[in-house]
T-cell receptor, first 115, second 110 residues
Framework: KAGVTQTPRYLIKTRGQQVTLSCSPI?????VSWYQQTPGQGLQFLFE???????NKGNFPGRFSGRQFSNSRSEMNVSTLELGDSALYLC??????????????FGPGTRLTVL | DAKTTQPTSMDCAEGRAANLPCNHS???????VYWYRQIHSQGPQYIIH???NNETNEMASLIITEDRKSSTLILPHATLRDTAVYYC???????????FGAGTQVVVTP
């Protein structure tokens, strides 16, 4: 079974621009979570989507947004990019079948550089 | 979710067992212990998880103390490819994020 895929893998943008990152979950997985990883802050949770609805949100400004489509694929958008948004953006998918625990599986990430 | 404490770093000789400790003294009854690892600049890789019983899979074993306040991840025969940052995370089953700490940098040497 194919793993979580993220596109693009690398991205260079300039301050003030906006960017859209894409994530395709493992087949059959219904939940997608997004994380940001920076050297200073480590891995931080952005948001989780399930059934096209945001279920949980981390402590990030409104410039960070996301959505999930009916096929469970997800996109996240960052508007008005700042230098501090340079990071590895990770997507994780999970089954969310209900009952018991739920394991998240991560994609390879998108490396965003803001100049 | 409860917080975890892990050593900052540890070295291990290739072929030997690596025992990675994790303290989670405030863990609640419905919280699971998860282990992930991250090889440089790659996405975190799921290793194993458990609630109160010891668990084993093809990658590792997880030993949870009876009071559940600490656990140990065991890599039975470490290889150079096991060099990574290992994260111990405590998580409930509810909607929620994985709260990553700083983890343990494990370096496997020949």
């Amino acid at each position: 079974k194919a793993g979580v895929t993220q596109t693009p893998r690398y991205l260079i943008k300039t301050r003030g621009q906006q960017v859209t990152l894409s994530c395709s979950p493992i087949s059959g997985h219904r939940s997608v979570s997004w994380y940001q990883q920076t050297p200073g802050q480590g891995l931080q949770f952005l948001f989780e989507y399930f059934s096209e609805t945001q279920r949980n949100k981390g402590n990030f400004p409104g410039r960070f947004s996301g959505r999930q489509f009916s096929n469970s694929r997800s996109e996240m958008n960052v508007s008005t990019l700042e230098l501090g948004d340079s990071a590895l953006y990770l997507c994780a998918s999970s089954l969310r079948a209900g009952g018991g625990t739920d394991t998240q599986y991560f994609g390879p990430g998108t490396r965003l550089t803001v100049l | 979710d409860a917080k975890t404490t892990q050593p900052t770093s540890m070295d291990c000789a290739e072929g030997r067992a690596a025992n990675l400790p994790c303290n989670h003294s405030t863990i609640s009854g419905n919280e699971y212990v998860y282990w992930y690892r991250q090889i440089h600049s790659q996405g975190p890789q799921y290793i194993i998880h458990g609630l109160k019983n010891n668990e084993t899979n093809e990658m590792a074993s997880l030993i949870i103390t009876e009071d559940r306040k600490s656990s140990t991840l065991i890599l039975p025969h470490a290889t150079l490819r096991d060099t990574a940052v290992y994260y111990c995370i405590v998580k409930t089953d509810s909607w929620g994020k994985l709260q990553f700490g700083a983890g343990t940098q494990v370096v496997v040497t020949p």
